[in-house]
């Protein structure tokens, strides 16, 4: 689903028109990104919460040339699936769907 996708089915599903629901799914990414910007962490209780972590620089390495890289410090954003979503997803259907075929 991309983002088209899902301001259909959030204007579908809300009675809204599709430019009010692109106007509320804007405003919510964008106060998430300032809240994690801020430090804050973000919990959707049931769906997700959203947090930041610091990544310190290190070095890598180039598996192609073996080579030294330097890689610079950063801030990740980690997501944690709340148990409504989990169990939402983890069904048999999923499952045997994402399965790996076995030989």
């Known amino acids: 689903m ?3 996708e899902l ?3 959030i204007a579908e599903r809300a ?3 599709k430019a ?3 106007a509320a799914l804007d405003a919510t990414i964008e106060a998430i990104k300032d809240a994690l910007s801020g430090g804050d962490k973000v919990s959707l209780v049931g769906f997700c919460t959203l947090s930041t972590s610091y990544r310190a ?3 890598g390495v180039n ?3 073996g080579k030294k ?9 980690k997501f944690k699936a709340g148990k409504i ?4 997803v983890n069904t048999d259907k999923l499952k045997k769907q994402l399965k790996p075929a076995t030989k």
Request: aromatic share 0%; net charge neutral.
């Open 57 to 59: 620089a290190r070095t």
């Open 20 to 22: 009010d629901a692109t």
């Open 2 to 4: 991309n983002k088209g």
């Open 7 to 9: 301001v259909d089915q």
């Open 15 to 17: 009675g809204l028109k």
């Open 85 to 88: 979503l989990a169990e939402s």
């Open 69 to 77: 890289v330097p890689i610079s410090d950063k801030v990740n954003v």
């Open 63 to 65: 598996p192609s040339t």
